[in-house]
């Protein structure tokens, strides 16, 4: 089993910043990859940005150039560092977790809320 664990989260105003941390524990040796996802009141969730067990990357469109996610192994915590922050980025944001041998995420956190005020 993996626990994660969301924190960071906040109000902000639009242009600033913020970041994103989520410590994982229990079979870590278990992880391929760890995402952040994002959910809007009303919408779907939605994919923010993964990065693998060897540090390849990829970002949703529209959050490239912005955010920037990143892992610090000897921590078991991945980042999300939030740039130029919108108010259309406001959601719960949850970390996730891919076992190796999977296809999707499996392993979720509880998340944490981002609001960008206008």
């Known amino acids: 089993q993996v626990q994660l664990v969301e924190s960071g989260g906040g109000l902000v105003q639009a242009g600033g910043s913020l970041k994103l941390s989520c410590a994982a524990s229990?079979?870590?040796?278990?992880?391929?990859?760890m995402g952040w996802y994002r959910q809007a009141p009303g919408k779907q969730r939605e994919m923010v940005a993964h990065?693998?067990?060897?540090?390849?990357?990829n970002y949703a469109d529209s959050v490239k150039g912005r955010f920037t996610i990143s892992r610090d192994n000897a921590k078991n915590t991945v980042y999300l560092q939030m740039n130029s922050l919108k108010p259309e980025d406001t959601s719960v944001y949850y970390c996730a977790a891919l076992k190796y041998g999977s296809s999707s995420f499996g392993s979720w956190g509880h998340g944490t809320q981002v609001t960008v005020s206008s």
């Open positions: 990065i693998t067990s060897g540090g390849s990357t």
């Open positions: 229990g079979s870590i040796f278990s992880i391929a990859a």
